[in-house]
């Protein structure tokens, strides 16, 4: 049987074989029997470029007498017979693949390629036997995330960065370059012209400069790249422009071997040497709901089609098939408001899959896994893998021309014949399938397990200096979204820096074992709603690796609040069932990872809103001991560490969501000086309420129950203040409802650590008030000067987007700052290899 490891990487890895076939065929051509060099004569040029304001040059040298105009060995830095190696290293595998087909099929445990929809199966396979047995690929390290060694894992470009973070853990990764075979490019072109190209500016220059630079710094650092001028080297880019910018390095877009969606002939793409790949769009970052479908008998359309307008294609197929009265032809522009895209397309034979502006169109896989036949209506498009698979069996290919004959030539088509193409497709779907994660340790990775350990305090070693470094600038660093700045926080300039710096570096691991809904799921309501949300958005951040050797922190994702819910057997009072699931969670993790026991629990962390949070957490010592616990519940006289511990806020959502929560009028239109209604629980409610319920004093609006003619939040947004008393648990909702509707909030509770408190001063832009003197309540609010007031008010509105649930999360709100919150927990605890 494969390794777990393997069985996640087949999907994936169907694009190596093309790799290393486009590598074989740039660098020696088809005939050649070796990569020896004899040249005529040769010329070299000097290339100068500023990285960074500093100059770096390199020499890049060319031959004329070479058959491609480059040789292998040119460099005399590289030990030649390491080059000699691999070359006869692919020697042996040209052969193996020459002899494939007269030999019978190779068996495989997994799968063996068989069917018309391959060119030459036999071949193909031992192709890809070959490559899984001897391909090794070297992957630069330069460059930071979010432009290299990242990129996005949803929507439509989405195979950037599920690609870049598969080859990262790769088994086929080397981290010796004088093994490698090819060398990997790791930066993403959507996140390049998300991060630099200036919307609107039509100006491409710095996206340009960004890759050349690039490639200067790495021919500056090694000697791969000049040796064969980028032959052997590969990057990858699903993003229209992805051409365009690769021109801008000569070699790059000449030598190299560029695997990209916008396959497209007419823009100088070489099937020769570039490798064209699927465009798949992934809305939630992975195929969940997307793949599947009903039999032929009960897809009742013909063909269907709903998108844009744009490119030279669709408005062909609009003019001639959109709004017509006939129930086999679904043409939408705009599809109507009561169809879903994804079940008409399961409804559907035909699924069309017309080019827009440039080539590639997410429509054919979509129509792949959902087993509609795609029909391809694409000029100068280089079908994904159609070196090895045979497109004509599995697809209708029309050309632009025959567009107002799409039903005549689709009707045309035999039952029989359709049946056969709706099979093939859906046995052609794994090699479309996208698998994130599936990666454990395994022996083979324990030779790098302690350096990758010391690379990772290295990078946080680098971080906190950066941030100690900040304090002593000047000037704030620069952000387009937001720069921290007044009295509301400790010391703007470094949470900004250390902000940034998390952006940069924090990678986070989740652990997939657990079932929801106790696992990788939990409330997205009410007042322990923050559990469920943040779940939800760990799961899908740009934080997350599939790489548990790429981490910083280790997430634990169950929910207290859940636990409770499923587990607990109401009023038994009997915890231990509770406390067995988080130790059972615990002792599973431990068995199947080694990184619990690497550190005793220090770099993972857990999340509870729920009161009972603590207490359940006590059941597995390091974890209240050692790990990090981000509680709403942070109550000191509870074993909560504020040196280790994190204070996160207790959110109430009636609706899941903050809609009709944010806002409120100004001071000048608020005539309570005061309000507060809640129940009657724990030691500081009864106070309060003993002193100042029913008081006749229009200024103080103190209630246990609320009059059936007011409204709870209209009270809060006629109120200048609003009273936060803890209940039984020290956390309460009030105090970010109050920041939310413009209520400066007053916190009268006793060992609380208030959350971001190590950094937010909410002295500022709050009231606290000991429970001594809740008797003094009107008086102390009475005796702060308007002046005042209106600046906390003020304040408190800046605050609130520190506090804001938003979906998909936004920098620096409440899910942002709960991560910033747990990474400098992780900056301050170092975690050491056992020697």
């Not at 486009?22 to 000097?46: D, E, I, R, W």
């Not at 993403?188 to 609107?200: C, G, H, K, L, Y």
């Not at 280790?554 to 069932?577: A, C, E, R």
């Not at 009059?707 to 039984?728: D, L, V």
Request: charged share 20%; glycine share 6%; with cysteine.
């Amino acid at each position: 049987m494969l390794s777990s490891e393997s069985l996640s990487l087949k999907h994936l890895w169907f694009l190596l074989p093309l790799l290393v076939a486009a590598a074989v065929v740039c660098l020696v051509g088809p005939n050649a029997s070796s990569f020896s060099f004899n040249s005529s004569y040769l010329q070299t040029y000097l290339y100068s470029h500023t990285v960074h304001g500093k100059e770096f040059k390199f020499t890049a040298s060319y031959s004329s007498g070479s058959r491609n105009g480059y040789s292998l060995n040119r460099n005399p830095k590289i030990n030649s017979s390491n080059l000699e190696m691999l070359e006869a290293n692919l020697a042996q595998v040209r052969a193996e693949i020459k002899e494939a087909q007269k030999r019978k099929a190779t068996q495989d445990p997994d799968y063996i390629p068989n069917g018309p929809m391959y060119w030459k199966p036999k071949v193909f396979h031992r192709s890809y036997l070959e490559m899984e047995k001897k391909l090794k690929i070297y992957i630069y390290e330069e460059g930071e995330p979010p432009v290299f060694h990242f990129g996005p894992c949803k929507h439509t470009y989405a195979i950037e960065g599920i690609f870049i973070q598969n080859m990262e853990v790769s088994g086929f990764r080397t981290f010796d370059p004088n093994k490698a075979h090819l060398f990997f490019l790791p930066f993403s072109i959507t996140m390049i012209t998300q991060v630099i190209f200036i919307p609107e500016s039509h100006d491409w220059t710095q996206m340009k400069y960004t890759a050349s630079d690039y490639i200067n710094l790495i021919a500056r650092n090694h000697p791969y790249w000049n040796r064969s001028l980028g032959a052997d080297h590969f990057m990858l880019a699903c993003h229209d422009w992805a051409p365009q910018i690769s021109f801008a390095i000569p070699n790059l877009h000449n030598n190299s071997i560029r695997a990209l969606c916008n396959a497209n002939t007419s823009e100088h793409f070489d099937p020769s040497r570039d490798v064209s790949i699927p465009e798949i769009h992934l809305p939630g970052g992975s195929t969940v709901g997307l793949t599947g479908g009903p039999p032929p008998n009960k897809r009742p359309i013909l063909v269907f089609y709903a998108g844009g307008v744009h490119g030279p294609i669709r408005p062909i197929l609009l003019q001639h098939w959109e709004n017509i009265s006939d129930p086999d032809v679904q043409i939408y522009k705009y599809l109507p408001q009561n169809m879903s895209y994804y079940g008409m397309m399961r409804k559907s034979r035909y699924c069309i899959c017309p080019s827009g502006y440039e080539v590639a169109s997410p429509r054919m896989v979509e129509g792949l896994y959902m087993g509609c036949v795609p029909v391809l209506i694409k000029d100068n498009y280089v079908i994904p893998f159609s070196d090895v698979l045979n497109w004509e069996t599995f697809s209708v290919i029309i050309p632009v021309k025959d567009i107002p004959n799409l039903k005549k030539i689709l009707m045309d088509i035999p039952m029989k014949q359709y049946l056969k193409m709706q099979r093939r497709g859906i046995q052609m779907r794994r090699h479309f399938e996208v698998e994130n994660g599936g990666f454990n340790v395994t022996r083979t990775h324990q030779k790098i397990f302690t350096s990758n350990l010391d690379k990772l305090e290295a990078n946080l070693a680098q971080a906190r200096a950066a941030i100690k470094n900040e304090a002593q600038w000047r000037n704030a660093t620069q952000d387009p979204d937001y720069v921290p700045n007044g009295p509301m926080y400790w010391n703007p300039k470094v949470f900004h820096r250390s902000y940034l710096e998390m952006e940069k570096t924090l990678k986070i691991y989740i652990y997939e074992e657990g079932d929801p809904p106790v696992f990788h799921f939990g409330p997205c309501k009410h007042t322990y709603a923050i559990e469920g949300i943040f779940i939800q958005n760990m799961e899908v951040s740009g934080f997350r690796t599939f790489d548990p050797n790429k981490a910083h922190l280790f997430f634990l994702p169950f929910s207290i609040t859940m636990i409770t819910q499923v587990i607990y057997i109401p009023d038994s009072h009997d915890w231990t069932l509770m406390k067995n699931t988080a130790s059972d969670y615990i002792n599973v993790i431990s068995q199947n990872h080694p990184y619990w026991n690497r550190s005793l629990g220090a770099d993972h962390f857990m999340l509870a809103c729920h009161d009972w949070g603590p207490e359940i957490s006590f059941a597995i010592p390091n974890l209240h001991k050692n790990a990090i616990r981000a509680l709403c519940n942070a109550n000191t006289s509870e074993k909560f560490d504020p040196s280790r511990d994190v204070s996160i806020p207790e959110i109430h959502l009636p609706g899941g969501i903050t809609e009709g929560l944010i806002g409120g009028p100004p001071p000048s239109k608020r005539p309570i000086l005061v309000f507060y209604a809640g129940g009657v629980h724990g030691p500081i409610r009864p106070i309060l309420l003993q002193h100042w319920e029913n008081k006749s004093d229009p200024d103080v609006q103190i209630y246990k129950y609320l009059p059936q003619n007011m409204s709870y939040y209209g009270m809060m947004r006629k109120s200048r203040y609003c009273i936060c008393p803890s209940g039984y648990e020290v956390a309460s909702p009030r105090m970010v409802e109050g920041l939310y509707m413009g209520c400066v909030p007053v916190l009268i509770k006793d060992n609380y650590v208030i959350p971001f408190s190590d950094v937010l001063n909410w002295e500022t832009f709050s009231v606290i008030i000991p429970v001594k003197d809740i008797p003094n309540l009107k008086k102390i609010l009475m005796d702060i000067p308007m002046r005042q007031y209106v600046k906390m008010q003020r304040r408190g509105i800046q605050m609130r987007r520190h506090f804001e649930v938003n979906t998909p999360p936004k920098r620096f709100d409440v899910f942002h700052m709960i991560l910033h919150s747990i990474w400098l927990r992780r900056l301050n605890v170092q975690v050491h290899n056992e020697r």
